[in-house]
């Protein structure tokens, strides 16, 4: 055959709405014949700072839409409609400009593809950096970067910092840029499985997808928008596509393939995933239709001996943004500024939940708590102490060299969360709502053996020993809304304080108080899991 270049992800069209930032910071130069756009880095600064500070605290009107979708569906179940009005007023709040979407501020990425006429002199991360690092610094965002100093010692970069910039090489005079700012929950549902072509027939692949969607659970926050890539020239490029498609960046590619190795989508079991993901029942967190929005399936070209499979989300914080520079000026997506527009005239109607007083003993909670099935609806009111990782390592520590439990950790119920940086003026917090529960599963059967951790608050699925341990010991694990965080610190944590370990910064050990919060019984004393009810 003759040879034949085909641009691996040929994007037909881009009807992307964007707002223009400046006109500023660039010119046209001439070398050899040739204009140049001439770009000063500042430039560069500019857009990563904007960028990274709309995606924080703003979405795109599409994924609200969604969302409005979700509580006019009839077919949706009270689970689906109160998460998806609970985000909808999240994202109400968030707009304001004070309260992130999430407290999970995340990992910011850019990945940009620069064009031969485009000139910075300079060395480009660095200045993206520089822009990044603004809006951490200026803003109500969290600092999640850890760094090593060594293979075992970590210390938090302070910073947000460092970032993840990939810049390719094109043809052009135009810069083009894909902003995400990736919590931990949602990069953690990335998955690669090394496949083979025993898996490219019509039933294989379908007894693959049904199997393989049960690995998302509901710890990253759905719905989610779900991407799954079909094959690729090696694994990390499979993985790059996941990423993108999951953020909308190949809504446009071809519906075919061709000789040349094109990227496309497929349509048809696009329609069929999402199918397989409403039969599954986990959708919404806590029960219904809604585990995705959306699917996008790519499939790539792939060696013959080889075929990588991979599935990643983009979770209820759809923090993507796009942006470009060109002669024109510099410019953004631009995300939704009146997500108030998306709410119904009227809440969703909710059975009424039962209303929790923390602020009694533990063996008082307990009891009562027994007397209510899984799934019930609450509303909880008093004392929590919010502990994630690191503070559970350091207690595990205290434990192992003979001290006792912490009294905070038998007294009241854990909250597994961390805050934003910062809170607004006239608040008790910045964004601050659940993790990712499953993180401390290999604490629970201790603790709850030396009376701690009795009663756990977070978002997502658990495993088998944690509803083991509460059988054995009388605990309760109780689901939060995952995403939501901006309105849980605004209506329901009425004030903060550091208790131990206050060197750990946003991992330290707090006491907070609540009002009216919500949750949901997932795993009770009796050994009855919310997640294993909804699987059977």
């Known amino acids: 055959m ?66 409005r979708n979700i509580i006019d569906d009839p ?27 999430c407290q999970d501020t995340g990992t910011a990425i850019c990945v940009a593809k620069k064009g031969d006429n485009v000139y910075t002199g300079a060395d480009d991360a660095e200045w993206i950096s520089r822009g990044i690092y603004n809006t951490y610094q200026s803003r109500n965002l969290r600092f999640s970067q850890v760094v090593p100093l060594s293979m075992f010692e970590e210390k938090n970069s302070g910073t947000n910092l460092p970032a993840q ?11 083009k840029f894909l902003f995400l700012a990736k919590g931990g929950g949602s990069a953690n549902k990335t998955f690669l499985y090394q496949k083979t072509k025993s898996l ?36 990390e490029a499979n993985l790059a596509a996941v990423k993108k ?5 190949y809504d446009h590619l071809p519906t075919e393939g061709n000789m040349g190795g094109q990227a496309f989508r497929d349509l048809e079991w696009e329609r069929r995933v999402q199918e397989i993901c409403q ?56 995300l939704e500024t009146d997500p108030k527009r998306f709410l119904p005239e009227t809440a969703p109607h909710l059975e009424a939940a039962v209303q929790i007083n923390l602020n009694r003993p533990m063996p008082e909670i307990l009891a009562e708590l027994s007397q209510y099935p899984i799934k019930t609806r609450l509303s909880l009111n008093g004392t929590l102490i919010v502990a994630r990782d690191i503070a559970h390592a350091k207690i595990k520590e205290l434990i192992d060299s003979g001290q006792p439990m912490p009294e905070y950790f038998k007294n009241h119920p854990v909250y597994y969360a961390g805050p934003a940086k910062t809170h607004p003026d006239g608040m008790a917090s910045g964004s601050f709502g659940p993790t990712t529960a499953g993180r401390m599963d290999v604490y629970v059967d201790e603790f709850q053996s030396l009376g701690g951790s009795m009663i756990m608050l977070a978002k997502g699925n658990r495993s088998k020993e944690v509803t083991n341990a509460c059988a054995k010991y009388g605990g309760f694990y109780l689901g939060s809304v995952g995403g939501p965080a901006a309105i849980l610190a605004k209506e329901n944590i009425k004030s903060v304080e550091i208790v131990d370990f206050e060197e750990l910064g946003m991992e330290a050990v707090r006491k907070i108080e609540i009002e009216n919060f919500p949750a949901f019984i997932i795993s009770d004393d009796k050994g009855n899991d919310f997640f294993e009810s909804i699987g059977s």
């Open 245 to 249: 498609a999951s953020a909308g960046y």
């Open 200 to 235: 490219l027939n019509d039933k294989a692949l379908e007894a693959f997808v049904r199997e393989r969607i049960m690995d998302l659970g509901t710890a990253a926050c759905p719905p989610y928008h779900l991407a799954l890539v079909i094959g690729g020239t090696s694994a």
């Open 75 to 101: 077919e949706a179940t009270d689970n689906d409609r109160f998460v998806a009005y609970n985000l909808l007023q999240n994202a109400a709040v968030a707009v304001e400009g004070a309260l992130p979407s």
């Open 2 to 67: 003759e040879f034949q270049y085909q641009e691996p992800y040929p994007i037909l069209k881009d009807d992307t709405k964007y707002r223009k930032l400046s006109s500023e910071y660039l010119k046209i130069d001439y070398l050899g014949g040739r204009e140049i756009l001439s770009v000063d880095p500042k430039a560069l600064e500019l857009l990563a700072e904007n960028a990274l500070a709309d995606v924080s605290f703003m979405l795109r009107s599409s994924h609200l839409q969604k969302l």
């Open 279 to 334: 039969e599954t029942s986990i959708g919404a967190q806590f029960g219904g239709k809604y585990l995705t929005h959306d699917v996008r399936v790519i499939r790539l070209p792939r060696h013959a001996a080889s075929c990588p499979v991979g599935m990643g989300v983009s979770c209820s914080a759809d923090r993507n943004i796009k942006g470009f520079i060109n002669r024109e000026g510099i410019f953004l997506e631009q």
């Open 165 to 175: 910039i990939d810049i390719y090489a094109t043809k052009g005079e135009e810069y």
